[in-house]
């Protein structure tokens, strides 16, 4: 069986059993009982397969854990006082020692008669896959693959939770009861090939997107049933082999001192290690995760912007005398040069673009599948020509004279537009010295403005603007036999490498993506990768596919959204690889295809800082030869 390494803080929660919160006191705290864990398979977020943590080999470190709310560590309900590994399953019981508004909300439910039901969030260490036909024992039960089973994890901490994985638990407060027994969910043989099946096919979605810049990589990793966490790390190695080595300062060893501490500020905003490895070298990294940095929030930075300026970062002031402090700090750093790189809004404003780019990049976007894309130098509407020859290449003559081509000109024109908002880091902000809060705004923002790029582009494809998808470009079918299958695939594809130039001569074109609702997915992926297709009322299967392995399915809801004209349940589009010939463009001014964030001045009378955030782009349609739409009916 395959076993995979994994990092110490890949966290998997697991949906468990009842919670049992009784009014028994401990120096007045409630009592509570818990059956965390019941042994048997979970669908976890991150993994394909169904995973079961084997209990002999989850190591609890000590008896006093966290017990939290939704696995969120600053909702704090209480701490364990026993945990017990019993019969294959995992029993806690603890004391909600919390003082806030989570812990709160557990007394009064539960007391209410509330339901809770428990999960445990461990660090897997090592992951054994079972494969398909396999079988194995675990926690006194056995399982049939393909399944994963986490044979080394560690407790970190466990959690109320609404909904867990067994629907059949419950619990009770204040009362005489016996509290009934949970049993494990055993899934059948066929509910867990549906399960993996659905999860393969998002396995692959999810490896496609990783790899997406290493299109030879993203064959073998589904050929080698790669993780989707072995695809970021693989991802990940290929990213640092691809960034330019910095020139090393003969002035010292050590990196600077705000990109450790940005680095840090980036993990202490929620960021991965793996995340934030992909913008800094592995020295700034090490130094970042080292007891001396770990952890930076607002309030560390400014502390040392204070401590630079020569100031006593732990001298008493108030809240509003040390946020005074500290922005006097920073002007007097960057007025002296001493410490220009040292800068508290430089530093926030970089981890806020980070941040901005992690919520950007996680947008599982598809416009770049059969977009070009172009480079902008200014906001003007600039001209795009296509060049259609009227000539042709000739033998050169013995004087070596070479004839003339003439050209005509078809063109298209493109502009950018600006998108952005304004983020802004209050005296409140910076007193709740909460790194995370800060950095979802930012983040919320990058996903939006992938939308926003990604909406502009489907608005215009579906707006046929120009009759782009017309009889007369030789680009457009209709009628009931375009409905998607083989046949109306064939023509379209028949259409498409009959486009000729002005001279009537083949341009040779050729389908690479196949654009399509989603209602159409499956159908369009299974022309892309049955071999044999079956056709008819009685199962005849024909001697294979033709199109299997042809074009890429880029499955997209905008094509069927009524919240956009032109949109349609049926239609279905064939593109051009947009790095030969694009039927669309996208254009980013000065190539700068993510958005980006500028720290700007707050008003005077505002103690805070603020940033600018903001996207330069524009869509076009560009040559109707690279690109194909069948209407799919009538």
Known sequence: MPTYRTEPNTLITLNGGLVDLQAKQAEGLKRFTMTAYTGGPMRL????????????????????????????????????????????????????SGSGEAADEIRTTAKNGFPWQAS??????????V????????????????????????????????????????????GQFTMPQPTAEKMTLEEIKAQAAEAEGKRIERINHALRDWPDLQAKAIEEEWT??????????????SRPKPRKSVAADAPAQALVVEASACIEAGMTESEAGQFYDERVMNAAVSREYRGYSIVAIMKDAIALD????????????????????????????????????????????????????????????????????????????????????????KTGEIEHVSVTESSY??????????????????????????????????????????????????????????AGNNNY???????????????????????????????????????????????????????????GEVATVTDGNPHSGKFEPVPSPYLKSEAYSGSSTKAWYLFNNPADVAAMEVAFLNGQQNPIIEHTDMDFHKLGMSWRAYHDFGVAMADPKAAFKAKGEA
């Open 120 to 129: 445990i969030g461990a660090g897997v260490l090592r992951l054994e896959s």
């Open 228 to 241: 989707e966490q072995e695809a970021n790390e693989i991802a990940l190695i290929q990213l640092r082999a």
């Open 413 to 470: 024109s493109n502009q950018l537009d600006t998108e952005g908002a304004l983020i802004s880091l209050t005296r409140q902000d910076i007193i709740n010295d909460d790194m995370g809060a800060f950095v979802k705004f930012p983040r919320i923002l990058g996903r939006m403005s992938a939308l926003k790029v990604e909406e502009t582009v489907y608005i215009l494809l579906l707006s046929n603007p120009n009759n782009f998808f017309s």
């Open 310 to 397: 020569g100031g006593d970062p732990n001298a008493r002031m108030s809240d509003r005398e040390f946020v005074k402090a500290a922005f006097t700090a920073d002007r007097n750093i960057q007025a002296s040069g001493g410490y220009s790189t040292f800068s508290v809004p430089g530093i926030l404003g970089n981890v806020a673009n980070k941040h901005l780019l992690n919520g950007y990049n996680a947008v599982p976007t598809t416009w770049r599948k059969f977009c070009g894309i172009a480079e902008h130098k200014d906001f003007k509407a600039h001209t795009h020509y296509r060049l259609t020859g009227s000539g042709e290449f000739k033998p050169v003559s």
């Open 45 to 96: 977020a991150g993994f394909r397969l169904p995973v079961v943590v084997d209990l002999a080999g989850l190591q609890i470190t000590k008896q006093n854990q966290p017990i939290l709310k939704d696995h969120d560590s600053s909702q704090i309900v209480g701490h364990s006082t026993e945990i017990e590994k019993i019969n294959g399953e995992l029993h806690v019981a603890g004391l909600v």
């Open 131 to 174: 494969r398909e036909g396999e079988s194995v024992t675990v926690n006194g039960q056995t399982f049939q693959g393909p399944i994963y089973v986490a044979r080394e994890s560690v407790l970190r901490e466990v959690s109320f939770v609404a909904m867990g994985a067994d629907s059949k638990t419950s619990a009770h407060v204040e």
């Open 477 to 535: 079918l209709a009628g009931g036999t375009t409905a998607l299958a083989i046949e109306s695939l064939t023509a379209g594809e028949m259409v498409f490498l009959d486009q000729v130039d002005k001279n009537g001569k083949p341009i040779l074109l050729s389908p690479a993506v196949l654009l399509v609702p989603t209602d159409l997915k499956v159908t369009a992926q299974q022309l892309h990768a049955d071999l044999k297709v079956v056709t």
